[in-house]
């Protein structure tokens, strides 16, 4: 199922997973066809527009036009770009078959309070399969006290994937005002938690966060545990078990060193990739286009 990755720890390959010929054609395009090409991946989110609202945008105004992250993803060489069905639509014409695609189902604005969290889906498997994707995404807000909702919406999810041969990524989100009382949603607990959810309920692969120490709200045993980074990060990955693991990047960093240091310590962790949106999209082009390159080097040393 694994193998061996620069001696540091075993990771998860295409060849272990049991899937169908559909999801494995359309994982390989991903880890081999596109991207390091290595069995990696880099992907470029943007659904932060619907997630946040225009105000990420402020610091890089060009990255306001969709085609800015559209070209950085092909110049770039990501394995990925992930958007909802809109700029998939109105964007995508002139990157088919060179910019692969990851179709986000779902998601929400961040106007109402996260007390009770809700994604609903806005999109289908079937546009996924219209527009070309490879993978479809879909935000499961693990802990909210309306997981019923999302959870019932994501069996119809799950079943159309299977049905159609098309890969799921869930971004498995602590959330609600359950979470927040645990410790919250950055903490090993939570994020372990969500690692786990994304095996259970029948995941390809999950998008994570980096799991912070727990704190005195967590529950036991987590609330006792006293690991550094990178002893949580592969407690994440070895919950989420026979699902490949992406971790975010969060919010932006100025830092290159420090952003190119999170790649190595993810990857080190037994990570098949990374998630990378504004740390890279927020910078002026050139900058983020050298910074990929620089990821893309790291990524050779993790071939699998």
């Known amino acids: 199922m694994k193998r061996k990755s620069q001696g540091k720890i075993e990771r998860l390959s295409l060849a272990g997973l049991s899937i169908s010929h559909g999801k494995r054609v359309r994982l390989w395009r ?50 990925a770009i992930a958007l909802g069905v809109g700029l998939a639509e109105k964007y995508m014409k002139e ?58 919406e994501y069996q119809k999810v799950r079943q159309d994937c299977e049905r ?22 950055g903490t ?29 709200r967590c529950p036991e045993p987590y609330k006792s545990l006293r690991e550094p980074a990178d002893a949580r990060l592969r407690r994440v990955v070895r919950s989420a078990g026979r699902v490949l693991v992406l971790f975010s990047g969060g919010t932006k960093q100025d830092d290159d060193a420090a952003v190119l240091q999170k790649v190595r310590l993810y990857m080190d962790s037994g990570a098949t990739g990374v998630m990378f949106g504004r740390n890279m999209w ?9 910074l990929t390159r620089q990821v893309h080097r790291i990524m050779a040393g993790y071939a699998i």
């Open 188 to 216: 090993v607990y939570a994020q372990d938690y969500a690692a786990r959810v994304a095996e259970e309920m029948g995941a390809d692969a999950v998008k994570l966060h980096e799991p912070e120490a727990a704190n005195d």
């Open 95 to 152: 990157y088919c078959g060179r910019v692969p695609l990851i179709l986000k189902l779902n998601g929400k604005t961040n106007i109402p309070e996260d007390a009770e969290a809700v994604s609903p889906a806005f999109a289908s498997v079937e546009d996924a399969v219209r527009l070309g994707a490879d993978a479809v995404g879909y935000t499961m807000y693990v802990g909210t006290p309306r997981q019923d909702v999302e959870i019932r």
């Open 30 to 79: 991903l880890l081999y066809g596109a991207g390091p090409g290595n069995g990696t991946l880099i992907v470029l989110p943007l659904d932060q527009g619907l997630e946040h609202g225009p105000t990420d945008f402020f610091p890089n105004p060009p990255a306001l036009e969709t085609d800015y992250q559209f070209r950085l993803a092909l110049e770039g060489r990501y394995s």
């Open 164 to 185: 159609l041969g098309m890969p799921l990524v869930m971004w498995a989100y602590p959330r609600g005002r359950a979470i927040e009382a645990k410790g919250g949603k």
């Open 282 to 290: 927020l910078r002026p082009f050139d900058h983020a286009l050298s």
